[in-house]
């Protein structure tokens, strides 16, 4: 282990030793979504797909979430809205949607917006102290679970294999199966945001991203997680392409993508991940170009990707949806349209999931 990722591990320890001493729980069940690693390993998505399955089962879900890189400070609920749903409310004019929505997800975030938009009626909290959030949810006397009395409250933690802090009643680990434990160090050196061994805590163990992976990949992974977890299921899933959205709210089902020629554009965790999806839409790709996760564009990288499109042939740009998120507000091309991915999995791992 080297100088930077040993000085990494202290850091690690110190706070986990700190945080477990002074966890606390709320008084509903807490449900928790993470990773192992930094990252794309598709935690939105799951999130979502749990959440929905909550509803459906007649749980009233609340997500906690830190909403990374989200300017708003204390516990609060995520606001948001896309430009079509803005305008039935009366404003006529695109822009001024837009600049609204391009304010809500500076303030909370571009993933907690995304849950906002999606889920609808399910309330979404930014807090980095996921236990003030959730104690927040609960006693606001403007808060959206009142409205729901008769259903059984569920928290579902974002982001929260980390986060000590707070009791969980089930752990559901996500590893990618792309890129499972990078080269297996720790940060800064690799992507390891905690030893391997700490695999163990995991309930519930979903392998993301399969679709294009080796039954004996897979069968290798799953292997070396038993090493660390042999009482925790391992589920397999796929991130499936489910529509294309436009700037004015308007989807087109995955056949439209069929002879149309795209350029591509994100600021993902996991870049590639997103191309093979693209091309899984069936879209014909002329160029790829990549930013920092989480990236926050400017007018410059719009006219870039303008032109590089226009340089590839491509009738259509197309983009992930949380980098949509934050390019509400912006002068954008008409032919602009993004991707939504949703989870698919196998249906068992919900009956793992609210056996708690």
């Not at 822009?95 to 975030?109: D, E, K, M, P």
């Not at 600021?267 to 590639?272: A, H, L, Q, R, V």
């Amino acid at each position: 282990m080297g100088i930077f990722e040993f000085l990494y591990y202290l850091g690690y320890s110190a706070k986990k030793y700190y945080s477990l001493k002074h966890q606390k729980r709320l008084p509903h069940k807490v449900i928790s979504i993470g990773n192992i690693t930094a990252g794309g390993t598709g935690k939105t998505p799951a999130v979502i797909a749990i959440a929905e399955e909550a509803k459906r089962r007649g749980f009233c879900p609340v997500i906690l979430t830190r909403g990374y890189k989200g300017k708003a400070k204390g516990p609060c609920f995520v606001k948001g809205s896309n430009p079509l749903s803005v305008m039935r409310k009366g404003l006529k004019n695109e822009a001024n949607a837009s600049r609204i929505t391009l304010h809500a997800s500076r303030l909370f975030g571009d993933e907690p917006v995304l849950m906002f938009e999606t889920l609808k009626d399910v309330p979404v909290v930014k807090c980095a102290d996921r236990y003030e959030g959730g104690m927040f949810a609960l006693n606001s006397p403007d808060s959206p679970i009142h409205r729901f009395t008769d259903s059984p409250i569920v928290f579902i933690l974002d982001d929260g294999f980390q986060h000590w802090k707070l009791f969980r009643d089930r752990n559901i680990l996500l590893i990618d199966a792309e890129n499972p434990f990078d080269n297996r160090r720790l940060l800064p050196v690799g992507l390891l945001r905690e030893p391997l061994k700490e695999i163990e805590r995991a309930d519930i163990i979903v392998l993301t991203k399969t679709g294009d992976i080796r039954q004996a990949m897979i069968e290798d992974i799953v292997g070396e997680i038993k090493n660390y977890n042999s009482k925790a299921q391992v589920f397999l899933s796929m991130h499936k392409p489910a529509e294309f959205v436009k700037l004015s709210g308007g989807t087109m089902p995955i056949e439209w993508a069929k002879d149309k020629n795209f350029f591509a554009f994100c600021g993902i965790g996991s870049p590639e991940s997103f191309k093979k999806t693209v091309l899984s839409a069936g879209c014909h790709l002329k160029g790829i170009k990549k930013y920092s996760d989480h990236y926050t564009y400017k007018e410059e990288d719009i006219e870039d990707i303008i032109k590089e499109a226009k340089a590839g042939n491509a009738d259509w740009i197309v983009t992930t949806e949380k980098d949509m998120v934050r390019l509400r507000g912006m002068r954008l091309p008409e032919n602009l349209v993004a991707l939504t991915i949703r989870l698919a999995i196998d249906e068992k791992v919900y009956a793992e999931v609210f056996k708690c």
